[in-house]
């Protein structure tokens, strides 16, 4: 072989390995490739699973707080349900038992203080009644007794009106029958009779 063929041959092999070389670093680079493309899908993935999370946890959270907020005011309504139910309960019998203090008071209003016979019978009577008042104002029942006040059609029920130069115009000026009251609540309004001003007085009734 001459020297000039051997030659060709170290340069057809060099070129041979330089061709190999590239297109190993060809194939390296587009593995590599692959490779930044699995992982950048795999993120992406990832990134979506993560939000779906996310949401689902926000959704539980509100799904929580929207309980929490219907027990608290289930608790609520419960609390002024039976608030209102212990306040109210006597509400029946108070209005059966207001003719039997009505009774009472009527009978001390009449009866004849200077007889002597009845003094014990009457001390009696006021005993019991007051006996009864305190217990029931326990309860939360008050007397409505609005002798002298501007009507309050609220708690008052005006009975008649009537003339009066003593009186300013519509104040009770007479308690018919005093009313009551069961913890703020009206159970029987007063029976009044209510002032209006006398002719020729000069007070402006429309105020």
Same mark, same amino acid.
């Given at each position: 072989?001459?020297k000039? @063929?051997?030659?060709?041959?170290?340069?057809?092999l060099?070129? %041979?390995?330089?061709?190999?070389?590239?297109?190993?670093?060809a194939? @390296?680079? %587009?593995?590599? &490739?692959t &490779?930044d493309?699995?992982a950048?899908?795999?993120?992406?993935?990832?990134?979506?699973?993560?939000?779906?999370?996310?949401?689902k946890?926000?959704?539980?959270?509100?799904s929580?707080?929207? %309980?929490?907020?219907?027990?608290?005011?289930?608790r609520?309504?419960?609390e002024?349900?039976?608030?209102?139910?212990?306040?109210?309960?006597?509400?029946?019998f108070? =209005?059966e &038992?207001?003719?039997?203090? @009505?009774?009472?008071?009527?009978?001390?209003?009449?009866a004849?203080?200077?007889?002597?016979?009845?003094k014990?019978?009457?001390?009696g009577?006021? &005993?019991?009644?007051?006996t009864?008042?305190?217990?029931?104002?326990?309860f =939360?029942?008050?007397?409505?007794?609005?002798? =002298?006040?501007a009507?309050?059609?609220?708690?008052?029920?005006?009975?008649?009106?009537?003339?009066?130069a003593?009186h300013?115009?519509n104040?009770?000026?007479?308690?018919?029958?005093?009313?009551?009251e069961l913890? =703020?609540r009206?159970?029987?309004? %007063?029976?009044?009779?209510?002032?209006?001003?006398?002719p020729?007085?000069?007070?402006d009734?429309?105020?």
């Amino acid at each position: 072989m001459s020297k000039k @063929d051997e030659v060709l041959n170290e340069e057809e092999l060099q070129q %041979a390995q330089t061709e190999a070389a590239g297109a190993e670093a060809a194939a @390296d680079s %587009a593995e590599e &490739l692959t &490779l930044d493309e699995l992982a950048l899908s795999r993120i992406e993935e990832l990134e979506a699973a993560l939000a779906v999370s996310e949401a689902k946890v926000k959704e539980q959270q509100d799904s929580v707080l929207r %309980a929490r907020a219907d027990i608290e005011n289930m608790r609520r309504r419960t609390e002024q349900e039976i608030d209102k139910a212990r306040k109210f309960a006597l509400e029946k019998f108070a =209005g059966e &038992l207001l003719p039997v203090i @009505d009774n009472m008071e009527r009978a001390l209003e009449l009866a004849d203080k200077t007889d002597e016979t009845l003094k014990p019978m009457l001390e009696g009577v006021e &005993l019991t009644l007051k006996t009864m008042t305190d217990t029931v104002e326990k309860f =939360g029942l008050k007397a409505i007794n609005p002798m =002298g006040e501007a009507f309050n059609p609220e708690f008052h029920q005006a009975m008649s009106m009537q003339e009066s130069a003593e009186h300013a115009p519509n104040t009770v000026m007479m308690v018919l029958q005093k009313g009551y009251e069961l913890n =703020g609540r009206v159970v029987r309004p %007063a029976m009044v009779m209510v002032a209006k001003a006398a002719p020729g007085s000069n007070v402006d009734t429309q105020a």
